[in-house]
């Protein structure tokens, strides 16, 4: 083996060390030509601008780790964060928590609805949410009859909460770091999640070992559902402004952002460290283009070639050779 | 004689109609290797999903130390202490070894993984096994031969004390046998009690010390090795009537050579493969599962390359080319969403549609005549491939393939799954095309079928051609032994 100075990372290790290296390389390169780039200032806002994406990729991530996808996840945080927004117009002295959990919560049953129908009725993962976004989306126009919930119908408090700062950072970048790091540890130390691994790893051998994989993917949806609702709430204070469209479309980069991150669409590999990077490569990328004068559309451009690059990087196929045959 | 760790009596599990085991019975005693011997589909498989929680028995008695038990599932059937080696070799590649050892059984408390332990754990039950790999590596770099060191400490990480090896030497070289004898030695004489599958004899006489035997389901022979040898066992294996269910009459006359077979070999997959296939022949080729026969009907038909060799169809065969009913037909035969008329046009468009336009008419016209002629049980030609039996399915993948008129058809386990009624008429159609002056080259383990349907047989072990026999040598204790010597 020629481990060298890696020894002691695992290959998903070995990885996370490296786009690591290359995100720096990335920030330093926008800073050594805009120095402004590394302000503190500027360097909050570009986490604060990242947040909701980590939230959900690492959400995502659960999913694509039990072979899964989760289309459904922007129109799921779109109909919670109209949730919250209506109860706050509502109820506009209940103060933030209750919205906050309202949100989590019907997100956690919209999570629960798609992994219960690729659990129980097994069907493929990206026909259930491809439907389910759909779904989710038309009952946003029919709760809210296709109207905004505009800033000044919100209360203060509740435009407030993910403002607050602490330490030089808002409470929505708290939010995003404290479920970063819960994932890490969990991913890394507990037996569900390890479980889920090996369930997304070959589910055969799984199912020999007795682990159930069905019930590992109606976990990783619901608790992908959970995040979504979360960040609904968060989007729709953050914006001031619910309307049917929000979010439409960002499924898409937060499955980007997985896929960048080192996460396996073919499931069981992928670690939380690598979609945070994934996110926060993103995020330099986005926040550099308008400064360095490129239009925003190259945003995407640039995200597409970069999937294509780590995918292209890791599909390294390892030959296993049959041995069938006898030597003569 | 000992007492036994683990009895079977009486076990009974149907699938569906079918009948996989009847009456089985099995004894494993601590400090001891019982060899199971079976034909392909005699029961061994189910026996091990039984014993492995994954399948449950309609019926029958289990006891480990003479008490009842069941084994519910594979988490019931690691705390019973009964441990597997899975002959396809389940292992987490994206996980390490130390990982895989623990799967869905890390130490662990309140839920959270305690991985010093589990590294220490791993790497002690490694030594032991003297494994000469490491705990942190990645599963995915291991040989097929070391991942099956890892399902076996696996068990041990589980003080499993019965353990149960499917075939493992299958995929192994020589040196990676012994390593792997060596092991199974010191895990028999540290008392735990192991069931060793395998087709090859030399091994079963070296490694193991008792026998049972399976056929069609049911247990026909039990005893210590050292009382029995190898004829006896084949014929406890083989012991039935074969012939009567078979249409093959008079052996074919030597017609004029079809095709011929020079040197062919693909890396890895067969080697040194020559034969000649004559107009009017049945060719049967028989092996075990993995020997090389399917790898071998894939490069004959084109859908891999040769690595070297020449395949050469006579002048007047040219024209009508080579057909493959390949073994899997859900996946590769029949397209199961389309028609039997859309299923049975693909391979003939180039006259059904010469000037590229599809014509329905034509397309059912042909799908009536060979629903017809094959007694293919179907609605009509539009009904769907995959709402057919699986017999109706692979008479469509036939007849798809008779309707081209190729001049030789190669057969990949024809009637394998198929029910009775339909592996007749499969029979009587292959016997019918050959008779009409077309090749043929039937593989197949059924050697039943073989001996029934074959003009001549050859037997591929290991990638090789281990012998040839005609209708009056082949018999099924030569065919079983040339296929599983070693």
Known sequence: MSAGVLRGFSDTGRRDLAFGVLTLLLFGAVVAVFPGFASPRNVAGLLDDTSILVMLALGQMLVILVRGV???????????????????RAYPGAGVLPAV???????????????LLVWKLRLPPIVVTLGTMSVYRGVIYLLSRGEWVNENEMSREFLAFPRGTFLGLTTLSWLAIVIAALFVVALRRTRVARDLYAAGGNPEAAAYSGIDAGRMQFLAYTICGAIAGLAGCLWVSRFAVAYTDIALGFELQVIAACLIGGVAIAGGVGSAVGVVLGCVFIGIIRSSLPLVGISPFWQMFINGAVILVAVLLSARRREHPRTVLESA | MSTPLLTLTDI??????????????????????????GENGA??????????GVHQPDGGEIRIDGRAIRIADPVAARELGIGVVHQECLAFDNLSVAENLFVNNQPARHGFVNWRELRARASAVLRELDAG??????????????????????????????????EPTASLSQRECAELFRIVRSLRDAGRALLFISHKFDEVFEIADRYAVFRDGASVGAGLLADTDRDALIRLMVGRDVGQLFPRGETATGGD??????GLRRAGEFADISFALNRGEILGIY?????????????????????????????????????LVPEDRQSQGAVLPFSIAANLALPNLATLAPRGWCDAARETGLAREWIDRLAIRATGPDQVVHSLSGGNQQKVVIAKWLARRPAVLVLDEPTKGIDVGAKAAVHQVTSDYARAGNGVIMISSDLPEILGMSDRVLVMRRGRLRGEFTRDTATPAALLRAASDA
């Open chain 1, 70 to 88: 989760d289309l459904s996840v922007a129109a799921n945080l779109a109909l919670c964060g109209m949730l919250a927004a209506l109860f706050n």
């Open chain 1, 101 to 115: 959990l309202l949100a989590a919560g019907a997100g956690t049953l919209l999570g629960a609805c798609n992994g």
């Open chain 2, 12 to 37: 009974r599990k149907s699938f569906g109609g079918a009948r996989a085991l009847e009456r089985v019975a099995l004894e494993l005693h601590p400090g001891s290797v019982t060899a199971l011997l």
């Open chain 2, 43 to 52: 029961g061994k498989s189910t026996l091990v999903k039984i014993l492995s």
């Open chain 2, 133 to 166: 790999f490491d705990a942190d590596l990645p599963a995915a770099r291991l040989s097929i031969a070391q991942k099956h060191v890892v399902q076996i400490a696996r068990a041990l990480v589980h003080d499993s004390r019965v353990l149960i090896l499917d």
């Open chain 2, 257 to 262: 050579e079809l095709l011929r077979v020079d």
């Open chain 2, 287 to 323: 092996g075990l599962v993995g020997a090389g026969r399917t790898e071998l009907a894939q490069v004959l038909f084109g859908v891999q390359p040769a690595d070297a060799g020449r395949v050469t169809l006579s002048p007047a065969a040219r024209a009508a080319g080579i057909a």
